[in-house]
């Protein structure tokens, strides 16, 4: 096992485009969950899922932002129409029942 | 409300000095701990965890971590620093499965 995988690491896209971020998570780990990252701060919640329910979302999560993961497997973050505020390190982790979670490298986000 | 305290936002110590750093959780319950390490451009990794049992407990590259109920305290130490921690360190809570709650981090440099 690899741990948790992300893709891209680095995306660096324009003001008002959407983009989408993978995440792969560690085999056999049911919980998904995503966190946003600025410079100074630690990461913050978005949003989990249990398998392929999406069981909660942060009020960080606005309507432009949307997360799914069809098969309990990967998970897909979209975040549509870009502004400069959401460039930021989006991070993955993922867990089973019993254990702490562990963290991808992160998808750094520039809006230019 | 619920959060995690980490009252040094950067701390400098010399190679082979002792190193704490501090952490102080809010939650009305005994919650799972953990402390994470994140080098620059990376993801988090996790350092040692307290789920229950006894306070102390060590993790990774000589590590430990004490937790006091009464102090709502979750302080990380090292009794001799290398060159190679410097890095940034998050302390984070949570409850089985939920989202896990972070600091905001401090920064750990270390001088020659």
């Known amino acids: 096992d690899t741990g948790v995988s992300q893709n891209p690491r680095h995306k660096i896209t324009k003001r008002g485009q959407n983009v989408t971020f993978r995440c792969d998570p560690i085999?056999?780990?049911?919980?998904l969950y995503w966190y946003r990252q600025t410079l100074g701060q630690g990461p913050e919640f978005l949003t989990y899922f249990q398998n392929e329910a999406q069981l909660e979302k942060s009020r960080l999560l606005s309507d432009r932002f949307s997360a799914e993961r069809p098969k309990g497997s990967f998970s897909t973050l979209e975040i549509q129409r870009t502004e400069q505020g959401d460039s930021a390190m989006y991070l993955c982790a993922s867990a089973d029942m019993s254990t702490e979670a562990f963290f991808g490298q992160g998808t750094r986000l520039t809006v230019v | 409300a619920q959060s995690v305290t980490q009252p040094d936002i950067h701390i400098t110590v010399s190679e082979g000095a002792s190193l704490e750093l501090r952490c102080n959780y809010s939650y009305g319950a005994t919650p799972y701990l953990f402390w994470y390490v994140q080098s620059p451009g990376q993801g988090l990794q996790l350092l040692l965890k307290y789920f229950s049992g006894d306070t102390l407990v060590q993790g990774i590259k000589g590590f430990e971590a004490e937790f006091k109920r009464s102090q709502s305290s979750f302080n990380l130490r090292k009794p001799s620093v290398h060159w190679s921690d410097a890095a940034e360190y998050f302390c984070a809570f949570n409850q089985a499965g939920t989202a896990l709650i972070f600091g905001k981090g401090t920064t750990l440099s270390v001088s020659s």
């Open positions: 085999s056999e780990h049911n919980r």
